[in-house]
């Protein structure tokens, strides 16, 4: 069990992401049910696995300093504020195939250090907004979860979002189109497979300017039109498709359909999503160099203070030096007057 945890662990760190889950659970004939989370390390992380337990709630009696919470495969119906309060270092939480229906609002709020979170394989039919806020929430795992009001969540979205947010899974989730999130500067793999979207225009992608891989299998029966101007605006951007769209030919469209071809630009939000990532880019390059400077003072004091130390050192042995010579030549005068008085008192 403790391997396939650590394989959990791994796919939240690996760079690409492979199908829709976060994982493929054993079999059942190799499912032995534990009684008490095991705990362990991973990438120098401190976790439980509480995975395979029938558990219908979050346990309050572990180590409130984990980093990685396995609750995979369980009973759980539900998460309330009070599911994640003692936990507030988590930063890897996996919640996929459980029964979670609900989600009440402040349940994530605080858990400011999260990278990733898997919801996938439950019964959810809104989104938690409030994880779009987390400062570096990386990773959303939200695949087969029936999102039917997801619409009316991303009206009560505050948009651009602050969370980081690079991979965003939704496959399986019934959706009718691509959710708009908004400017989305870091994200860079999108998985929308097996939802059958209504219609899907290359703008969509705009606020989307760093995606460089799309797996959309399965999603959609487009119009030949549209499928041609959506394959001509993906080859532009370079974004890698999981399959080519097989896009039908109409005959009596072809001269509309070259003219849709060409109907490929981005919206203004493409070039809003680039100033995002170019202001990313500087404020990382600002940061380190104030690094460099404050390392370089760092050093520069250091060694300031070592040639003061060494220059202080010297001065002392000189006054020890000093002070033997000045101790010998007393000692010298001394003997010597001792001498003079001695002839002289023979002498006499």
């Avoid at 889950?21 to 976790?47: D, L, Q, W």
């Avoid at 809104?126 to 806020?133: A, D, G, N, P, T």
């Avoid at 890698?240 to 003219?259: A, G, L, M, R």
């Amino acid at each position: 069990m403790i391997t396939i945890w650590f394989a959990l662990v791994s796919l939240a760190y690996a760079p690409v992401f492979i199908g829709a889950n976060a994982s493929i659970p054993p079999t059942e004939k190799s499912i032995i049910r534990k009684t008490v989370c095991e705990p362990g390390n991973a990438y120098r992380m401190f976790g439980y696995d509480c995975s395979y337990m029938d558990l219908t709630e979050v346990p309050q009696n572990l180590k409130s300093s984990v980093k990685i919470f396995d609750l995979s495969i369980n009973r759980i119906k539900e998460l309330t504020k009070k599911s994640f309060t003692r936990y507030s270092d988590i930063k890897l939480l996996y919640l996929f195939e459980n029964r979670i229906k609900t989600i009440e609002k402040g349940t994530f709020a605080h858990l400011t250090g999260l990278e990733a979170i898997d919801l996938s394989s439950n019964s959810l039919s809104s989104i938690s907004v409030e994880l779009f806020k987390l400062p570096r929430l990386r990773n959303i795992y939200y695949s087969d979860n029936p999102l039917l009001k997801i619409g009316n969540d991303l009206k009560h979205l505050e948009k651009p979002i602050t969370a980081p947010l690079q991979k965003l899974f939704m496959a399986y989730c019934d959706l009718s189109s691509i959710p708009d999130l908004g400017i989305l500067p870091d994200l860079v793999y999108l998985n929308v497979s097996f939802n059958l979207f209504d219609e899907i225009t290359p703008q969509q992608f705009s606020p989307l300017c760093s995606l460089n891989t799309l797996v959309i299998e399965n999603s959609t029966h487009l119009s030949p039109c549209t499928c041609k101007s959506l394959q001509a605006y993906l080859d532009r951007r370079l974004i890698y498709v999981n399959h080519t769209f097989d896009c039908p030919t109409v005959h009596e469209e072809e001269v509309y359909c070259s003219e849709s071809v060409n109907a490929t630009a981005d919206t203004d939000d493409f070039d809003k999503c680039l100033t995002r990532v170019q202001e990313k880019k500087r404020d990382e390059q600002a940061k380190e160099t104030w690094m460099l400077i404050v390392i370089g003072l760092g050093v520069f004091f250091i060694v300031f203070i070592c040639i003061l130390y060494y220059f202080h050192r010297r001065n002392v042995k000189k006054a020890k030096l000093l002070e033997k010579q000045s101790t010998k030549l007393r000692h010298i005068h001394q003997t010597t007057n001792g001498n003079v008085e001695v002839l002289l008192s023979r002498a006499e």
